[in-house]
Structure formats: C-alpha cells, structure tokens
C-alpha cells in the first residue's frame, strides 16, 4: 500500500544538448498506466482472434439460416405430397367402394380428416411439424394397407359376381321370333287350353341354337314330345331344355359358354314346324324364361 502512495520521478534527456525533463508520478499511475499498455497489448493481440471467430460466426449463421430454408422447402413438399397421397387414396377407396356394391358388398370408409387438417403447420416449430407430417404419414401407410386388403376382398367378389352372372341365361338361344310364349294357350293338336312351360322360338331346320350362359352339358336325350333334347346345368338350381333338335353338337360333361354352339334347330317330336322350344327351370320347376332375356339378367 505504500507504493501507491509513493511519488517517483521520471527523467527524460531526449539528446545530449537537450533540455532535462522531469515528471513526477505516483505509484497508483504507474500501475494503471501498466495496466492500460497490457490491456492494449492484450486487445492487439486478441482482435485478430475476434475477427476471425466473428467471420466464422457469421459464415455458420447464414449456413443455418441456407439450411433452416432447405428444411422449410422439403417440409412443405413433403407436406404436399401428403396431401396428393390422401386425394390418391380418397379416390382409390371411392372407387373400390362403387366396385364393392356392383359385387354386392357393403364397404366400409375408412377416409379420416388429415392430422393437420384443423392446424396452420407454418405456425409449428420445425419439431413439432415433422412430428405432425411423421403421425400422417404413419396413418396413410396404415390406411393404404387397409385398402390393399379391402382390394382383394372387392376383387374375389366381383369375379364371382361376373362368374355368376356368365351362369344367368340372358341370351336368346336361337335366331328368330318367339312363336308361342310361357303361359296358357290352345294346344295345336287337340284344339284345348294347355299350359306352355316354355317358349317357342320360330327357326328353319339346322339353325344354331347357342348356350345363353356359361353352363354344363348334364344329358341328351330323345323324347316323346320334345323329340331330341338337351339340357344345361348353369348351377345355384338354374337349367335350361331346348326341345325339337335336329342334332346335337355338345356332349354330356362338357363345359360350354354363353354363345357356344350345342346344337341345330329341327321338328323332332311333337311339332307341327321347325321351331326351338325353349325352358328355363329354377329348382327343376319351369319359369318364364322372359324373365331372363333382357340384356342382363337383373330383372326378377
């Protein structure tokens, strides 16, 4: 503590003829006077350091702020892209819907409300809007796996729908007019009211006559009344008898589809002229085959 209360005189001679000066000064201004030289030292030596490290700071900053607007561009194209892929799956379960009720199936929706529907994702922190697109994303994949099994139920329905309705004999047999139809009528023989179980399409000897579904040959056979006869088995209790043949051109067991050729008109049996009688049998009783040719089959 004495130091700094000492005085100390300072002598400078700047040459050999010059004047002596003297400077009296005290121990505490020699001490800041030191402290002011080192400081001074200190910053010369540390402001390159500072240069640099503010340089490298400044570098750093504007390759986080390159990087947070990479980040912001992928996240909004990620963001689209989810947004197309719900419009994708939103459609695709449309579509499987419509095909479920052709096959005759009730399809649940499964369509939910995007996760950042009721949310400005610009307003979340970057964490929490990945956090957000990474929850829907997981429930797009999820929903995509649902409809991908919902597809192959849809998809075995409908071809046994198709399949089902190949069986429905919604063709005409043969070329030509319907002579007499299901119902009562006179009998051309004895004059009387006698039920017709089927209906007679009106065609010269050795016209075609075709299968009106896809079916099995089950017999041919000659009858009394319907003369050469040919039946079809079309499954579900459904068969159709063509009487009056002239030949036949199907065998027993053999599968045929609807347009096949199974046999030639004729006037076997009891007929007055070449013509085609035609029966439709549900559970072995006969119905009106009118009901089945139209076009489709879907008009009970």
């Given at each position: ?50 240069a ?6 400044s ?18 194209q ?43 994702l ?60 299901f119902g009562?009528?006179?009998d ?36 009394a ?27 027993p ?5 609807r347009g ?11 007929a ?29």
């Amino acid at each position: 503590m004495r130091f700094f209360r000492r005085h100390f005189t300072v002598m400078i001679v700047a040459g050999a003829q010059a004047r002596l000066r003297r400077f009296q000064v005290k121990g505490m201004q020699i001490l800041w006077g030191t402290g002011a030289l080192v400081l001074v030292l200190m910053l010369a030596l540390v402001t390159p350091f500072l240069a640099w490290w503010g340089r490298s700071l400044s570098q750093d900053l504007a390759a986080a702020r390159e990087e947070r607007d990479q980040l912001a561009q992928r996240s909004a194209q990620i963001e689209s892209t989810l947004t197309d892929l719900r419009t994708k799956l939103d459609g695709f379960e449309d579509r499987t819907s419509k095909l479920g009720e052709i096959a005759g199936l009730k399809v649940a929706d499964s369509q939910t409300h995007a996760i950042g529907a009721s949310t400005n994702l610009q307003q979340l922190r970057p964490i929490a809007r990945a956090d957000v697109m990474r929850g829907e994303a997981d429930e797009l994949v999820e929903r995509s796996q649902l409809l991908a099994r919902r597809l192959d139920t849809v998809q075995r329905a409908v071809e046994a729908h198709v399949e089902r309705l190949a069986r429905i004999p919604s063709m005409v047999p043969a070329p030509g007019l319907v002579g007499s139809s299901f119902g009562w009528r006179r009998d051309p023989f004895t004059g009387l009211q006698q039920f017709h179980r089927g209906v007679d399409i009106e065609a010269p000897t050795g016209a075609p006559v075709y299968a009106p579904a896809d079916g099995i040959v089950v017999k041919t056979e000659r009858h009394a009344g319907y003369g050469n006869v040919i039946y079809l088995s079309h499954g579900d209790g459904l068969t159709t008898r063509y009487g009056h043949l002239s030949a036949f051109k199907a065998i027993p067991g053999q599968r045929v589809r609807r347009g096949d050729l199974i046999a030639l008109v004729g006037a076997t049996g009891r007929a007055t002229a070449s013509h085609l009688h035609y029966e439709v049998l549900e559970g072995g009783t006969q119905v009106n085959p009118m009901r089945y040719l139209g076009g489709d089959g879907l008009f009970h």
